[in-house]
């Protein structure tokens, strides 16, 4: 075994202390256990699919000796450090081969390194465990940006090593242990509910709920402007433009309806764990936070939420950030439909491909991607994509994930490969963007084929699987994994003219199978073994 360093103020409020070595897992032997799956209408997304499997493959990982890591994990596929907000995301592909791969388990590893106040850096060196040198507040200073608030020109700005100042409340006591370029996007509720949502472990929510919990509030207390807003940096997208309006401790739409969102999953994971008053306690914070976000970033004339300057100014550029709001259910119905608006406007956010990072008709957009100057993004994407689902926008939502998973096939119909991010206006990898990147990267291959193409979502703490069946020709998967059941499900056609699907089912344990086709809904109820049964839009409950 591989123990921990000792240090008593890292990874206390997580169990797990030390790492058991145990095979890594290898492509070759478990591509046959994998889920396998099935769409005759486009082959190339298939092949897409079995391709960042390959990839992900490759940049799984087994702690380093002396690290203080616990668990395998999947790398960010970037440089040679581990990244929390990547983590995240990787963890959401990984869930449908879950117990397979390390996939949540790579949170372990962040949780393990957590320091005594609750904080978790975003970046940690990956052969040493320790967090990535420039992010540390070596100098026990109050709470400052290392790299700044860069303008998209520059990589270098003079506001560097630049303090963050606090209107309207007193200055956070101790110092924090970190910088404020390591505390953006904090996802890992997020990550943890979408775990629960495929796999159904309630026992993981139990062991993840104190690291959250202080992680939580580290970042409320040193994040959270006096107007009850949360600060962020250039960190949370690199070279926008939007980053000179944040400096000195302007509020980030994105940050503060994060915060509004992990505030809600809190309260969600509190409920599972019949933690019933901390439930309300943070579903009330998460309401009182999205009030103060609906009052001071919505802008009216405009229709679209803006991060506020340090003077409390909105800032006047449209990003991606603002559909976090929509993800943290904070958007009023009417707000929502006005950012429905926005990403179906193509001279803003409905481009060849979306959806870009930067909208369109903004100074410094850049049709070839530059980075976070117009990208598009598979992290994103997804926050865009369950945000729609939360107002009901489901055939948006839908358009969008297939959108961005036919432009990652045929791209790596031309490249041979998978990239970190795609340009907005061509079929082609953004500029500059890493190869090779699963990564984050492979979420729409693997999750969106599953989910959007093929339609299988899965509720499994009710024992449910829901199929979103679409017309067209036979498809489904062989081998699907929710809930610890393993269950073969194929669509097929009649025949070329009949809208009606002949339904096989595998399965190895007792679920509900909801399907919804044409407007009809209904519910099988599926036992161990195998079944058939006819579909037709005709037939309804």
């Not at 939420?305 to 006047?316: F, I, Q, R, S, V």
Request: charged content about 20%; aromatic content about 12%; some cysteine.
């Amino acid at each position: 075994m591989v123990s921990a360093p000792a240090n008593k103020v890292q990874g206390q409020y997580f169990a797990k202390k030390q790492y058991t070595p145990a095979p890594l897992p290898r492509y070759e032997d478990l591509r046959a256990k994998l889920p396998s799956p099935i769409y005759d209408d486009n082959p190339l997304w298939v092949d897409t699919y079995w391709k960042a499997w390959e990839l992900a493959f490759k940049n799984f990982h087994e702690p380093a000796p002396q690290s203080g890591y616990v668990s395998q994990f999947i790398d960010a596929a970037f440089n040679q450090n581990i990244y929390l907000w990547d983590s995240c995301f990787m963890s959401m592909f990984c869930n449908y081969a879950y117990p397979l791969v390390p996939g949540i388990s790579s949170l372990d590893n962040f949780y393990a390194k957590q320091h005594e106040d609750g904080e978790i850096c975003r970046e940690i060196v990956r052969a040493t465990g320790v967090d990535f040198k420039p992010w540390v507040n070596h100098e026990d200073r109050s709470l400052f940006s290392r790299w700044g608030w860069p303008s998209y020109t520059a990589k270098i700005d003079i506001d560097r090593d630049t303090p963050v100042i606090y209107k309207g409340r007193p200055l956070p006591t101790p110092n924090p242990f970190l910088t404020l370029d390591s505390l953006d996007h904090p996802i890992a509720a997020w990550a943890e509910m979408e775990h629960y949502r495929v796999t159904g472990d309630c026992k993981r929510l139990q062991e993840v709920w104190e690291p959250l919990v202080h992680y939580f509030h580290a970042l409320r207390k040193y994040l959270r402007q006096g107007n009850g807003l949360y600060v962020t940096d250039w960190a949370s997208m690199d070279n926008s433009p939007r980053n000179v309006y944040l400096k000195g401790g302007g509020a980030g739409i994105d940050i503060s309806a994060e915060m509004a969102l992990f505030a809600s999953h809190l309260a969600q994971i509190a409920e599972v764990l019949g933690r019933n008053q901390e439930s309300a306690e943070y579903a009330q914070e998460a309401d009182q936070l999205a009030r103060v976000i609906r009052e001071r970033m919505w802008d009216k004339k405009r229709k679209f939420y803006y991060d506020l300057t340090l003077k409390g100014e909105h800032a006047p550029v449209k990003t991606v950030a603002a559909f976090w709001t929509l993800l943290a259910k904070v958007a009023s119905l009417e707000q929502a439909r006005d950012l429905v608006a926005q990403l179906k406007n193509p001279n803003t956010f409905a481009r060849l491909n979306r959806v870009p990072t930067l909208a369109a008709d903004e100074l410094g957009y850049d049709s070839a991607g530059g980075y976070w100057r117009g990208s598009v993004w598979a992290p994103t994407n997804t926050m865009v994509i369950r945000g729609l689902e939360n107002y009901g926008y489901y055939d948006l939502a839908r358009e969008i994930a297939l959108n961005h998973l036919n432009l990652v096939a045929r791209v790596y119909k031309k490249t041979g490969t998978i990239w970190e991010n795609y340009s907005p206006d061509a079929v082609q990898q953004g500029n500059p963007a890493e190869m090779n990147f699963v990564g984050w990267s492979g979420i729409g291959p693997i999750m969106y084929l599953l989910e959007y193409a093929i339609g299988l979502s899965p509720d499994a703490p009710h024992n449910e699987l829901i199929w979103l069946l679409q017309p067209g020709g036979r498809h489904g998967c062989e081998r699907f994994r929710f809930n610890g059941h393993i269950v073969s499900l194929i669509a097929d056609p009649v025949s070329k003219k009949s809208k009606n699907f002949r339904i096989l089912v595998q399965s190895d344990g007792a679920f509900g199978l909801r399907v919804k086709f044409q407007g009809v809904e209904q519910t099988f109820p599926i036992e161990e073994g195998s079944q058939e049964f006819d579909l037709s839009p005709s037939k309804a409950e």
